[in-house]
């Protein structure tokens, strides 16, 4: 059983409107990951933290993407405007800070339609 | 640039045969593979892993062959079951890095 907690397990928004998901780590682990997979299985690294400082992010999430992981508060990953091609599964990962083995969370399906 | 491939993109295999799924990977750096299982609906949970200073990795019915030379790896699943249909996928890392992820395996084991 996965001991990282994905929320919503579904997210349906609208062209244009805001999608924000949540994700708590599993305890313990300070380095929590988010990644976009789609419809083809292909995984891409969106950004990654280590106890709530960015380590790396890609470029995309610099635009409409945003993340945070505030002390004591669960993580988060916001989409400010969403577009059809964001529609995917995003999943949370937490590890130790050898950042070696993720524990992933279910998921939270995003449909943007 | 894809990092890490994988082949074949799907796998169809009787209970109780072997199945192999095959994997490559480009950067040299690589010193972490980790084999992740992923069904339906449900987030990758990791399955086996191996690191670059060994070439063999078993698990019970799993089991990882590393080639650092050729950097190649591949997962054998013994003595298959319904059970195993699933998605895996490959994935490469180095010194506290990211994981990157192959584009995976689609597994059926029939009855």
């Known amino acids: 059983n996965s001991k990282v907690i994905q929320t919503p397990r579904y997210l349906v928004k609208g062209q244009g409107q805001k999608a924000k998901m949540r994700c708590i780590p599993e305890k313990g682990h300070p380095v929590v990951f988010w990644y976009q997979q789609n419809k083809n299985n292909e995984f891409k690294f969106l950004i990654n933290?280590?106890?709530?400082?960015?380590?790396?992010q890609i470029d995309m999430t610099e635009k409409r993407f945003s993340a945070e992981c505030p002390s004591n508060s669960p993580c988060s990953l916001e989409i400010q405007s969403s577009e059809a091609g964001d529609s995917a599964l995003y999943l949370c990962?937490?590890?130790?800070?050898?950042?070696?083995?993720?524990?992933f969370g279910h998921g939270t399906k995003l449909s943007v339609l | 640039q894809q990092q890490v491939r994988q082949s074949p993109q799907s796998l169809t295999v009787w209970e109780g045969e072997t199945a192999i799924l095959n994997c490559s990977y480009e950067?040299?750096?690589?010193?972490?593979f980790p084999w992740y299982q992923q069904f339906p609906g449900e987030g990758p949970a990791l399955l086996i892993s191996i690191l670059s200073v060994s070439d063999k990795k078993e698990d019970g019915r799993f089991t990882i062959f590393f080639n650092k030379r050729e950097k190649k790896l591949s997962l054998h699943i013994a003595d298959s079951q319904p059970g195993d249909s699933a998605t895996y996928f490959c994935a490469a890392s180095y010194s506290n890095n990211r994981i990157f992820f192959g584009d995976g395996t689609q597994l059926v084991v029939k009855p």
């Open positions: 990962a937490s590890s130790g800070t050898g950042g070696e083995r993720l524990f």
């Open positions: 933290f280590q106890n709530q400082e960015v380590l790396q």
């Open positions: 950067n040299s750096a690589f010193d972490y």
